[in-house]
């Protein structure tokens, strides 16, 4: 469990610099090429491929800054963001004889060792979470249950985005907004059913907390005013005898 915490806390770190530096362009007009968010989320595939949902939210944020729409720009991140993903993938590759083994592996690549044998169909059923075994929520309940999941980071980052929903920066918080939904979407198609897959999302949620704290900074009274709603929820929350932190 430390091990898996570590990558998680890794990878959550790199897709954290790669959202934030391009929203950053994005709030500030930067012109001037950068590939760190290119960089840094191809490292944080490479660590954890459960980072790839984030892929929509960065392309929707890298098309929003006007000097990051040039195709040479945008041909040499993707170059550089296949720089990790590849050098892991061809080391998988030789190991395994698939570059993202155990996903999407072909068993005529695979060398004999690393061959998954066939699983019972009562195991089969008990890994597929769409199965009869669990109680199942139509597509709406399970996305809002992704969503319930995402707590203080989403309140946060929600305060953040309607506190810039004055004119003249209505623009940049409608674009961030429909960033942060195109994650959302994106995660509840690859994890699915998005209720048992939100714990993947972990990884999109300190983003989440570092946008709306940016996006409060300017803001004292709101920020404040945030700020202890925050901790009075926080305080709601873990006092209640009842809450399991681990759901």
């Known amino acids: 469990h430390a091990g898996l915490a570590k990558v998680d806390m890794t990878a959550a770190l ?16 930067a012109g001037k090429p950068d590939l760190t ?3 840094a989320f191809g490292m944080a595939m490479s660590v954890k491929l459960t980072a790839a949902p984030a892929l ?8 929003a800054n006007r000097p990051d729409r040039n195709l040479h720009r945008i041909m040499s991140g993707l170059l550089a963001m296949a720089v990790f993903p590849l050098a892991f993938a061809v080391r998988t590759f030789l190991l395994t004889g698939s570059p993202f083994y155990p996903e999407g592996s072909l068993q005529w690549m695979l060398k004999p060792e690393w061959r998954m044998p066939e699983l019972h169909p009562a195991i089969v059923m008990r ?3 769409t199965s009869e075994l669990y109680p199942q929520r139509s597509s709406i309940m399970g996305v809002l249950e992704m969503l319930r999941r995402w707590e203080l980071p989403l309140l ?14 209505r623009r940049n918080a409608l674009i961030l907004a429909v ?4 994650y959302a979407a994106a995660a509840a198609a690859v994890f699915r059913p998005p209720w048992w897959g939100a714990k993947y999302t972990v990884l999109f949620l300190p983003f989440l907390a570092a946008l709306g704290g940016r996006l409060l900074q300017d803001l004292r009274m709101l920020r404040r005013t945030a700020f202890a709603v925050s901790v009075a929820l ?9 809450y399991d932190y681990r759901t």
């Open 14 to 29: 790199l897709l954290s610099v790669a959202l934030a530096s391009q929203a950053g362009r994005l709030l500030s007009s």
């Open 37 to 39: 968010p290119y960089l």
């Open 56 to 63: 929509a939210p960065l392309a929707l944020l890298v098309l």
């Open 127 to 129: 890994l597929d979470r």
């Open 156 to 169: 946060f980052s929600l305060a953040g985005l309607a506190a810039w929903l004055k004119k003249p920066r």
């Open 179 to 182: 960033s942060v939904a195109a």
């Open 234 to 242: 926080f305080i709601a929350v873990f006092s209640n005898p009842g």
